[in-house]
């Protein structure tokens, strides 16, 4: 069975500060492995997917994320983060022989000025 | 396009109550759905998976039940209500393709509080 875990339950950094969220996943087989955003009080979007190919996967609002099989990580990093980026983050992982996806605990981003 | 309906968005119920909550998707046919509930520090918790109609696959075991009486209608169900019941019920869907290449569209939330 897949499994996520996010060791840090929260962040505080401050404005135009670099940021990093750590993800580490289990699975016995290859899996694809996504990063989502939940802004307070709504629903989950999602930020980027690794599926296969160029370990360093671009997504949305200038985050980015490195797949490491070795490290069994995912880690998400944006250079300079904005207000706007505090929110909650959730790392997960998909089963390859079907769709169901876990989730990681989550990792509340602050970002203060 | 495709949009999705969760409703009701809050909810306050008595302890041993009954409980529906229901989601709509629009646009797609045959999705992936899933129920998850979001409580503080627990991150998200697949409750429910339905890969179609009548075929629902429970992951934890609780008070909670799911039904999907249509191809894009989702249901949440509870006889009476726990205390423990209380969070953040999510619902999403995502397109079918049996291989985990896929990405999930998530409601706006019901938030439920059990009193």
């Known amino acids: 069975a897949q499994s996520v875990t996010q060791l840090d339950s929260q962040v505080p950094v401050f404005e135009e500060a670099p940021v990093e969220l750590r993800c580490n996943y289990s699975?016995?087989?290859?899996?694809?492995l996504f990063w989502y955003v939940q802004y307070p009080n709504q629903g989950l979007q999602l930020l980027l997917k690794?599926?296969?190919?160029?370990?360093l996967v671009k997504g949305i609002n200038g985050f980015e994320a490195e797949f490491n099989k070795s490290q069994t990580s995912f880690h998400l990093r944006k250079p300079s983060v904005h207000i706007s980026d505090t929110a909650e983050y959730f790392c997960a992982v998909s089963d390859p022989n079907t769709d169901k996806l876990i989730f990681g605990t989550g990792t509340r981003l602050q970002v203060f000025p | 396009s495709q949009t999705i309906h969760q409703w009701p968005a809050t909810l306050v119920q008595p302890v041993g109550s009954p409980l529906s909550l229901e989601c709509t998707v629009e646009?797609?046919?045959?999705?992936?759905l899933y129920w998850y509930r979001q409580a503080a520090g627990r991150g998200l918790q697949l409750l429910f998976y339905?890969?179609?109609?009548?075929?629902i696959s429970s992951e934890v075991p609780q008070n909670l039940s799911a039904s999907r009486p249509q191809d894009r209608q989702f249901i949440l169900s509870s006889k009476k209500l726990l205390l423990s019941d209380s969070g953040f019920y999510l619902c999403?869907?995502?397109?079918?393709?049996?291989?985990?290449?896929?990405?999930?569209?998530f409601g706006q939330g019901t938030r439920l509080t059990v009193v």
């Open positions: 699975s016995s087989v290859s899996v694809y």
């Open positions: 646009g797609t046919s045959n999705p992936n």
């Open positions: 999403a869907w995502s397109v079918k393709s049996g291989s985990g290449d896929t990405e999930a569209f």
């Open positions: 339905s890969v179609g109609i009548g075929q």
């Open positions: 690794y599926l296969s190919g160029s370990t």
